[in-house]
């Protein structure tokens, strides 16, 4: 699948990237024959337009891309993707007009464009290929470009083929490829090892429930990442709708995210230890299927009042987050597709996360803009705590009254990340509707803000 540069050569196109107020100064510069043609073919400078000019014997001699206002770049993400897929298939340069400030982003958007799904199906096509801008990191976009490939592939794959023991081979094919190294701990052998919430989840099913965990680097501060891989949520025995249970596939789309993050800051060298956990299950309904009202003790020692077993990703991420805070990450973010009270409060395009350090939520404010990865901050609002705390044990799974699903779901999991210095996303992990550099289907969500805000957050 195409997700790099092309090779540089004199063939390539040159692409005129014009904002819609620059248009008349870029034209009056340009000969009669352009300005017509601009002028016959109504080319704006709006965004997403894309023209092709012909030489005098029919041959393209050069492409126009719309950039339009700041206001309309403001309301839009990767402008230039937009107009690379009316393009025909063929080899580009950028001659002019792309800000340097939006460079990396909107190169990234072009690559994008060339992301098909085709596992199961030829879906290759011919795309417009580009050639990497001069002042743009080429090997730095295209290693953004590779992590968001990976992620969309594992969310777009159908559980009958990533299933908990073909995430667990997917984590350790990246393990090997960067040199890190994976362990698992695998069914039964979750209960000796204490991760008993871990082997309720995940115990009905015929594929067996595992804890992933890949490490690598040895020295600098110590980065902890957890991720929900919930491989297919039937919602258990409280049962799920035909229709809500339609894109289950995706609920391992925190796990895959954290392995697109974790791609990212390997193939970087970041001077950190990187640690990865992967709660793998899938939320099937046998004999063995843990109930509604159940009482069940985390690998922490707090005991759950189960009172809703559809609210099974925070149980299987309490156990690996317990695990995580025993080892004092300087740092620990969890990433989960785990409310749908987070899509209702900001939709399927912004990533809600949480944290109660002000330095890291500026960071990831500042870094989300520059990487056009929107992200929007969610309050641990201390006085919903006592809606997580039952009558019966130290909390309850799944308050009742529906109010605030999302914060109090974070709540719940601060309790067992501890002291550590804590951070969780609750994502959607998927494209509703196709956009430019955005296929419909499995999404890298908040990944690449992160990617960028590490550096500040940790003070590499």
């Known amino acids: 699948m195409p997700r790099v540069f092309a090779e540089p050569g004199p063939d390539a196109c040159p692409v005129h990237v014009i904002a819609s107020d620059e248009l008349n100064s870029w034209l009056s510069g340009q000969p009669q024959r352009v300005q017509a043609w601009a002028s016959a073919q109504g080319f704006t400078g709006a965004c997403g337009q894309a023209l092709t000019v012909p030489d ?8 126009l891309a719309g950039y339009g206002s700041a206001a309309q770049r403001a309301r839009r993400r990767f402008v230039l993707a937009e107009a690379a897929q009316k393009l025909p298939a063929g080899t580009y340069r950028i001659a002019s007009g792309l800000p340097a400030e939006d460079a990396a982003s909107e ?15 030829d879906a290759t096509g011919e795309t417009a290929a580009l050639q990497a801008p001069e002042g743009v990191d080429a090997a730095a976009v295209e290693s953004l470009a590779a992590a968001e490939c990976l992620t969309r592939d594992l969310i777009n794959t159908p559980a009958s083929d990533m299933g908990p023991a073909e995430l667990q081979a997917a984590a350790e094919a990246l393990a090997q490829e960067f040199g890190a190294e994976a362990s698992v701990t695998l069914g039964e052998d979750l209960l000796e090892q204490n991760f008993p919430l871990i082997h309720t989840v995940g115990r009905a ?23 929900k891989g919930v491989c297919f949520d039937t919602g258990g025995l409280n049962l799920k709708p035909g229709n809500s249970m339609a894109l289950m596939k995706k609920d391992m789309g925190g796990a895959a995210n954290v392995l697109g993050l974790a791609r990212m800051i390997m193939d970087a060298g970041l001077d950190l230890q990187l640690r990865v956990l992967i709660p793998a299950v899938e939320n099937a309904v046998s004999g063995a299927a843990f109930r509604p009202g159940d009482v069940l003790m985390s690998r922490k020692g707090l005991t759950v009042e189960n009172n809703n077993t559809d609210a099974e990703g925070r149980l299987v991420l309490a156990d690996a987050l317990a695990l995580a805070a025993e080892d004092t990450p300087d740092l620990l973010i969890s990433m989960a597709t785990l409310t749908g009270a987070a899509r209702v409060a900001v939709g399927p395009d912004l990533s809600p996360f949480y944290t109660d350090h002000q330095g890291d939520a500026a960071a990831l404010a ?7 990865d929107p992200v929007w901050r969610m309050p641990f609002h201390e006085p919903y705590e006592t809606m997580i705390e039952p009558g019966i044990a130290d909390l309850d799974n799944a308050p009742s009254g529906g109010f605030a699903g999302s ?21 959607y992990g998927w494209t509703p509707s196709a956009a430019p550099g955005r296929s419909k289907g499995g999404a890298l969500q908040g990944a690449r803000a992160l990617f960028a805000a590490l550096p500040d957050m940790l003070e590499l």
Do not use: N, Q
Request: net charge positive; charged share 25%.
């Open 366 to 372: 500042a870094s989300a803009v520059r990487t056009a």
């Open 205 to 227: 099913s015929p594929r067996a429930p595992r804890l992933i965990d890949l490490r690598w680097g040895s020295s600098g501060p110590k980065l902890t990442l957890v991720g």
């Open 407 to 427: 914060i109090t779901a974070a709540l719940f999991l601060r309790r067992f990340a501890g002291d550590t210095r804590y951070m969780h996303f609750d994502i």
């Open 56 to 63: 005098a014997e029919g041959r393209i001699e050069l492409a």
């Open 107 to 121: 190169t990234l958007g072009w690559l994008l464009t060339a992301y098909r799904f085709d596992r199961y199906k």
